[in-house]
């Protein structure tokens, strides 16, 4: 695993101690992974905070992104300029790390035509397979309202041709069970990922059934597909199923669907990302469809860091945002973000990698 390398952009350092997780800090400045402005939340075990030692373990280095619809007009950029072309600037970023994380918004099936502009009845080619391949993504959810746009078959074929590529699927648009939930270990962290559709009111005693079921050592990242499209604010329902998800044993909910970023929310010592927007779609007609979050989880024996970094897309082309769009983004989402620390979010700070809970200062610009 490769070391973090951290820059500090001036600002004021702001910190914050929150029951049970120990010293939290959020940080806005440039790591290794981008030349575009990140945000650092640090959320660290009560073990490291009181100094208890324990053995070292191997960090883990996760991204997640958002909504990658290949079909459409998508589907017409790629056959022009090849699979490569939605991750070409990203892809080695996103190599760098041990898992990439998103939300696949439609079958792969063979023969399909491809989906008319403005159709919802999406399907994508197998080509689809070469483009996630090529960025080094290696999990999808699958728990979305158009994996079943071509039936059962068409999901069941899905999964088989990512199997077949390398690429873990998780999650299904009607079952919540054992079967549909990815199980895996990285570099020793047990990583558990569950994904499902709360489009319409579901029974949530299964899923919460199932998640306490897990080991309190596992980390396990919930991946809902909720919420209202374009709303840059999550609903009621949103928020009461997040609380839910972490009180059952949830250590970080991450939500797709709406096609913006909506706000982030610290409950009880854990994070909840609404929405991360797009990731690669083909809707123009709004800046804000056009905006994404990535989330960097890096897990090491002091807990979970979270590195946020604003992502643009240009005629379905992800980028980092540059430095002023950057700040701009995250200064707008700390204003949305109520219920979390908010000016931590346009804070700066370095967090140690060393097991040293104490954040470096900024220099004041």
């Not at 035509?113 to 159709?119: D, K, L, V, W, Y």
């Not at 999650?171 to 990583?191: L, W």
Request: charged share 20%.
């Amino acid at each position: 695993m490769k070391t973090l390398l951290w820059w500090v952009c001036g600002v004021v350092v702001i910190s914050i101690i929150t029951t049970g997780v120990g010293m939290m800090s959020i940080a806005g400045f440039v790591n290794d992974h981008s030349d575009s402005t990140s945000l650092t939340v640090a959320q660290e075990s009560a073990s490291a905070s009181t100094g208890v030692q324990e053995n070292q373990q191997p960090n883990t280095h996760i991204f997640a992104m958002g909504d990658i619809m290949l079909g459409r007009y998508v589907e017409t950029l790629i056959e022009k300029n090849g699979p490569g072309y939605p991750f070409e600037d990203v892809r080695d970023m996103l190599r760098g790390y041990d898992m990439v994380i998103a939300n696949l918004e439609g079958p792969v099936v063979d023969d399909a035509p491809q989906t008319p502009n403005g159709s919802l009845q999406f399907s994508f080619p197998t080509t689809a397979m070469d483009v996630l391949t090529s960025a080094h993504v290696t999990h999808v959810s699958l728990a979305n309202n158009h994996t079943l746009n071509y039936g059962r078959n068409g999901y069941e074929e899905t999964v088989e041709r990512l199997k077949n590529a390398g690429i873990a699927p998780y999650g299904d648009p009607s079952e919540i069970d054992e079967a549909h939930v990815y199980r895996g270990n990285t570099a020793g962290h047990e990583i558990i990922l569950i994904g499902f559709l709360d489009l319409q009111k579901i029974d949530t005693s299964k899923l919460i059934e199932l998640i306490s079921s897990y080991p309190e050592e596992s980390f396990v990242i919930a991946t809902p597909h909720w919420g209202s499209e374009y709303s840059l604010q999550s609903s009621a329902s949103q928020q009461n199923l997040a609380h839910e998800l972490i009180d059952a044993g949830t250590d970080v909910v991450i939500g797709h669907h709406p096609h913006v970023v909506q706000e982030i929310e610290l409950y009880n010592g854990k994070f909840i990302f609404y929405s991360l927007g797009n990731a690669v779609f083909d809707q123009y007609f709004s800046e804000e469809t056009q905006k994404g979050l990535g989330v960097e989880i890096l897990l090491n024996n002091r807990g979970a860091e979270y590195t946020l970094h604003p992502l643009t897309s240009e005629r379905s082309q992800l980028q980092l945002m540059a430095d002023d769009d950057a700040r701009a983004f995250l200064k707008g989402l700390s204003r949305r973000s109520t219920k979390a620390p908010q000016d931590q979010i346009i804070a700066g700070t370095v967090v140690q990698t060393d097991g040293d809970s104490t954040p470096a200062k900024a220099s004041t610009p």
